[in-house]
């Protein structure tokens, strides 16, 4: 029997109102303008990234490949999936402990570089830092005003992946170089009426920020402006949704709830990829040899669509960069530096984040290839010729912009929401974002 | 002279009554110190993990804060956001329908299995335990993946349909129209708390009434009615408190079948997963810590009226006639 005495008691006892709650620690330091000696003191460091089970291989190898050169250094490791890693980092970095080697995104650079998280690497050169034979067209864009807050760890190029089996099956050749968006849209029908059901000539982008930059650069836009701003017109963002609009109503899509299962499931395993679902995947080049192993059938590498100039561009796969608030600056730099320059470790990296960063090292791997790894870095070299990277880096809040992106792409395929409504709340979500 | 040497011993009265006083006062503390130090665990959580952090929130929620520099004091501004932001009133709309389904199913699912389970059957405890088993699972993330693969396209559940003749089932986890109810599924399966306190509950409720009223011809839907349910009001009240606080925070299973996102089009975008949104993901601590307030407001609002109602249908023993 309860009394209203102990019931109170139970209450009180069990009551705890749990509020989501949030400290943290505040404080950042503008890095120092001075000139930056060598130090080889002893360091016990920490480095992260995302990424799959290889490339923790590889990178792991390149961390002890350097620890025998360097033996009074050691680097421990942790890594993960992309989709949670930076809410992993902000909360580190707000703690106050920061790792002190980190892998980075070019859209979340200036985020953290505007916050003074990231070490000024320019100071480190020449000296512990030898950037004499980095590919200067893949430095340039991360050059910031303020320095150099972080180091291009690859070449990518955006590419478009194709499943050779299923295309042989359907009697289509591969799409040929060069072809523009309007005939990548008339390949695809074709294709659709060629395929077996099971199966649909590409997957649905509308909602996927890498090909929709790769649209707007194709159309000569920079997609961000040098203020941080959206540098393209409302006109084309609904191209872009109307594109994939028609290419859905013919059926030449994965429909949107089997694309949106795919892409929500977090292993590349489940991707329309990589279960046949799609023939065709935009995506980027360095994937070829992340997708291949998942599939039997056979995986190329093809031409990306291109518009008034070539969506593509010698990118920036990921940086690496060093914590501004790291106890050891001087000896994660030559880390850095080991990353970039030594035969050993490029060796160890060979092109799974992308292509070497320095000629050097691109030249002394290209004999060590497998078949995938070396369709790869022929197509980067084949296509770079006439491109131009983006000027601008993406401002803070581009990560809310991807989000907006892919929402309205849903609300389309999933939500039966108009192309103009779908436009017009992408844009604003996004300009909301950017303020 | 007099009033002077009067006021002296008056204030040296006063001095002694202080000393006295500050004796009993220390003797008190001896008394209890040993109390205080085996609370300290608790105290020292209590101000320093839940009442110091509460109140920073409570400062962080009237600036601009990106986790990364310095909070920047916006006044009210972020409260004024959260108005105008359709996203959070989405948010709020989601959890309310998650809550208003979640709770009462829930319950009542935990009291037909605690009643099913007070019948005196062998290996009582080990049925206890089973359907326990589930909500210590609950909160984590594995059993949340485990729903992933069971409402999805090639899943489980789809996998009978199919074999029941239903040529294209929904993929349930990405359909705007059923996932909220998957994951309101997951919470009705998380029951174990609640059963075991029905359970113990029902065990409290005196075997004479059951025999009175046996005799006196009553059913067992009328003993059900009239005896088990008054007296189980306590419980249910406890337990509806409970759960609503309970359902107001969920966020696990949204998080891990929306891998984050809160999508397909912000149908499982649940409060805290948004504010988790807003503040780790898009470092808005300030408007995070904003949301925090609002969400404990709304929580203690319906806390209230629940207290608030209680006195018309919980029956308490000790106040009856």
Redesign the interface.
């Known amino acids: ?5 102990e ?1 109170t008691l ?2 009180a006892t ?11 620690c ?1 404080g ?1 330091s503008a890095p120092a303008i001075t000139p930056a000696p060598k130090s080889t003191a002893a360091a016990d460091m920490q480095m992260t990234w995302w990424g799959n089970a290889d490339r923790a291989r590889r990178t792991n190898q390149v961390i002890s490949l350097f620890q025998q050169k360097n033996p009074q250094y050691k680097i421990s490791s942790t890594w993960g999936p992309f ?2 890693y ?2 992993k980092l ?2 580190q ?2 703690g106050g402990s920061p790792p002190d080697i980190l892998q980075m995104d070019m859209r979340s650079l200036l ?2 570089t505007n ?3 990231l070490l000024e690497l320019g100071q480190y050169a020449p000296g512990t830092l030898d950037l004499g034979d980095f590919d200067k067209a893949l430095l340039k864009p991360v050059q910031t005003k303020k320095g150099l807050f972080g180091l291009p760890a690859a070449a990518n190029m955006y590419a478009l992946l194709y499943n050779e089996t299923l295309l042989g099956k359907a009697g289509t050749a591969p799409p040929k170089p060069g072809l523009t968006w309007e005939q990548f849209a008339d390949y695809c029908l074709a294709l659709a009426r060629a395929l077996s059901r099971s199966a649909w000539p590409v997957d649905d982008h509308s909602g996927t920020i890498a090909p929709f930059e790769g649209w707007i650069h194709s159309r000569g836009k920079d997609f961000y402006t040098s203020d941080g701003k959206l540098g393209f017109s409302r006109q084309d963002a609904l191209d872009w949704f109307s594109y994939w609009g028609e290419l859905r109503k013919a059926g030449a899509t994965v429909p949107a ?2 694309s ?2 795919a892409s ?3 292993s590349q395993s489940q991707s329309v990829l990589a279960t046949g679902k799609a023939v065709m995947f935009l995506t980027h080049s360095n994937f070829l040899e992340q997708y291949q192993p998942l599939i039997r059938d056979k995986l190329g590498i093809g031409p990306y669509p291109v518009g008034s100039r070539p969506a593509v561009f010698s990118k920036v796969s990921q940086l690496i960069c060093v914590a501004a608030k790291t106890k050891s600056p001087s000896q994660a730099v030559q880390f850095l530096n080991f990353w970039i320059n030594d035969p050993q470790a490029n060796k160890a990296l060979s092109v799974e984040r992308g292509a070497p960063p320095t000629v050097k090292m691109r030249d002394l791997i290209k004999g060590l290839l497998t078949a995938e790894q070396k369709a790869e870095l022929d197509y980067l070299e084949q296509n770079v010729k006439g491109t131009t990277p983006p000027t601008n880096l993406a401002p ?2 581009a ?2 912009v991807e ?1 907006a992106l ?2 309205a792409g ?2 389309i395929g ?2 039966g929401a108009s192309v103009r409504a779908a436009t017009d709340k992408f844009r604003q979500e996004a300009d909301q ?1 950017l303020r | 002279m007099r009033t002077a040497d009067a006021s002296v011993g008056a204030a040296g009265q006063v001095l002694a009554r202080g000393r006295l006083e500050r004796l009993r006062a220390s003797r008190a503390l001896r008394r209890n110190l040993a109390a205080y130090v085996f609370l300290a665990p608790w105290l020292i959580g209590f101000f320093g993990l839940a009442l110091g952090p509460m109140l920073a929130s409570l400062y962080l929620s009237f600036t601009k804060f990106d986790l990364l520099s310095e909070p920047r004091w916006v006044a009210i501004d972020n409260y004024l956001g959260l108005l105008q932001d359709q996203r959070w009133w989405n948010s709020v709309h989601v959890t309310l329908t998650y809550v208003v389904l979640e709770v009462p199913l829930k319950l009542a699912f935990a009291l037909l299995v605690a009643i099913l389970l007070n019948r005196g059957l062998q290996a009582m405890s080990l049925y206890r335990t089973v359907y326990y088993v589930p909500s210590l699972l609950g909160g984590s993330v594995a059993v949340a993946i485990l729903w992933r693969q069971l409402f999805g396209s090639q899943g489980l559940v789809n996998e009978l349909l199919r074999s029941l003749g239903v040529s294209h089932p929904p993929i349930w986890i990405v359909d705007p129209s059923y996932v909220l109810y998957v994951i309101v599924l997951l919470g009705v399966w998380q029951f174990g708390s609640p059963m075991v306190i029905f359970l113990a509950g029902l065990r409290q409720i005196p075997r004479e009434l059951y025999e009175a009223a046996h005799v006196d011809g009553a059913g067992r839907l009328q003993r059900f009615r009239s005896i088990t349910l008054p007296l189980l009001t306590p419980i249910v009240f406890f337990n509806l408190v409970l759960q609503l606080i309970h359902s107001f925070h969920a966020f696990t299973p949204a998080f891990i079948v929306s891998n984050g996102t809160g999508g397909p089009l912000d149908r499982t975008l649940f409060y805290t997963l948004y504010l988790y949104q807003q503040g780790f993901a898009h470092l808005k601590m300030g408007y995070a810590s904003a949301m925090a307030w609002v969400l404990f407001v709304f929580v203690a609002l319906f806390t209230a009226i629940a207290f608030l109602t209680s006195r018309f249908w919980v029956f308490y023993q000790d106040r009856q006639g």
């Open positions: 029997m309860i009394t209203r005495r019931f139970l209450a069990a009551l705890a109102v749990p509020v989501a709650l949030l400290e943290a505040k950042t989709s949670s930076f809410d902000n909360t970095v707000a985020t953290y916050r003074g998280v709830d089997i949106a299962a929500n499931a977090s803070p809040g990560g809310e989000q892919s929402r849903q609300s999933l939500g974002a």
